[in-house]
Antibody, heavy 116, light 108 residues
Framework: EVQLVESGGGLIQPGGSLRLSCAAS????????LNWVRQAPGKGLEWVAY????????FYTDSVKGRFTISRDNTKNSLFLQMDSLTAEDTAVYYC?????????WGQGTLVTVSS | EIVMTQSPVTLSVSPGERATLSCRAS??????LAWYQQRPGQAPRLLIY???TRATGIPARFSGSGSGTEFTLTISGLQSEDFAVYYC??????????FGQGTKLEIK
């Protein structure tokens, strides 16, 4: 069974940093590109970042460029999102999402709350 | 950036009836469109990809159609578990991947 399990969310002050992790199982991790997708409370889905299987190709949505860094460790079947200079607008549930004709598998999400 | 617009925002339908949800792209996305279902408190779930192909395990009452800029998700014989929020997403011209704002399907 394909599984994605996020961790690392929590309450953080504006300007702070947080690192999200996603542990994957049930598939050949290095063969798939991955995304982070977020959802602000009561709002819709917003794509945040993409990384290819070999980490050769990385993309970010404009609002997080220069602040967020996506990475992966194929030896540990893990995806990461380093988030710096956080603002209230980054408050959301962050989903780890496997890239396949859109997104074919989602984690359960981890909540990031940016507030003083 | 391709803008995805879904209509209606809220759709009220009775159980057992058929629901028709629409998604429009600001420019052609060919057939590179996916539909997702999100139940309250849950992660989204892939229903349809390639505009019309059901994902693994998705019941046949869910069907997708369209290409270019106009797409439709039809749910026939609505069941209680189908009342949820539905999103479309284009993956033709990216980055960024873009989603519609969602259609809430509620019980009439």
């Amino acid at each position: 069974e394909v599984q994605l399990v996020e961790s690392g969310g929590g309450l953080i002050q504006p300007g702070g940093s947080l690192r999200l992790s996603c542990a994957a199982s049930g598939f050949t991790f290095s063969s798939y590109s991955l995304n982070w997708v977020r959802q602000a409370p009561g709002k819709g889905l917003e794509w945040v970042a993409y990384i290819s299987g070999g980490s050769n190709t990385i993309f970010y949505t404009d609002s997080v460029k220069g602040r967020f860094t996506i990475s992966r460790d194929n030896t540990k079947n893990s995806l990461f999102l380093q988030m710096d200079s956080l603002t209230a607008e980054d408050t959301a549930v962050y989903y780890c999402a496997r890239d396949w004709f859109g997104v074919d598998c989602w984690g359960q999400g981890t909540l990031v709350t940016v507030s003083s | 950036e391709i803008v995805m617009t879904q209509s209606p925002v809220t759709l009220s339908v009775s159980p057992g009836e058929r629901a028709t949800l629409s998604c429009r792209a600001s420019q052609s996305v060919s057939s590179n469109l996916a539909w997702y279902q999100q139940r309250p408190g849950q992660a989204p779930r892939l229903l349809i990809y390639g505009a019309s192909t059901r994902a693994t395990g998705i019941p046949a009452r869910f069907s997708g159609s369209g290409s270019g800029t106009e797409f439709t998700l039809t749910i026939s014989g609505l069941q209680s578990e189908d009342f949820a929020v539905y999103y479309c997403q284009q993956y033709n011209d990216w980055p960024p991947y873009t989603f519609g704002q969602g259609t809430k399907l509620e019980i009439k």
